[in-house]
């Protein structure tokens, strides 16, 4: 199937007339019915019953019309898109944000983002600490918004880009309510508390260290 074919499908069901539709594609009025000729055959049966005064589609040609159309505009989408990125008026930008990071933080950047470079085409991951590291280091993607990731190497760049606050949150009668408030003592007692942190987020080796340091 050819999206000639398809074209020429397309503008036949909207005229409902081989001229108009040739007229309409620029072609001889031969080549539109060969090639419709060769859609069907395709298809296994006729898309348009012709009648002299009363052309209609058929079952087929009604049930193909929504998905040929489909078809034929994502085709053109494409090929939009492709001569959109080689006359570099697109700008793909592939980024991936680690699980931690509340991604509603971002909205306000990528607004200004777009304001400022319309052309850029956003695509985002998500993904654990190691996922960001592996997509980074094999080039899937060219941004990473995560925490501290514990690697550098050479062609690894950093910058801040905000801080974000930890909550602790117990029940009244927890033993580390009676800490609260107390930093030097809320640490010590959290450090003799049993707790679990996630591998998937990159803060988790850092809260670590910071419990463990009692200082």
Known sequence: MEMQQVRYFLALSNTLNFTRA???CNVTQPALRRAIKTLEEELGGELLRRERQNSH???LGRRMLPL???CYDAATSA???A???QSSDVAPLNVTISNSINIALLVSPFTELFRAYPGVHLKIHRGSPAAVIEALKSGDVELAIAG???QVWDRLDTWPL???GIELAVNSDHPLALHLGER???RSALADCGYFTADEISLSPHLDNALRSRN
């Open 79 to 81: 090929k939009s898109l």
């Open 22 to 24: 040739a007229e309409e």
């Open 184 to 186: 030097p003592s809320l």
């Open 83 to 85: 001569k959109a990125v």
């Open 162 to 164: 905000f801080q974000e």
């Open 68 to 70: 040929l159309q489909q």
């Open 148 to 150: 501290p990731l514990g």
């Open 57 to 59: 589609l058929t079952e």
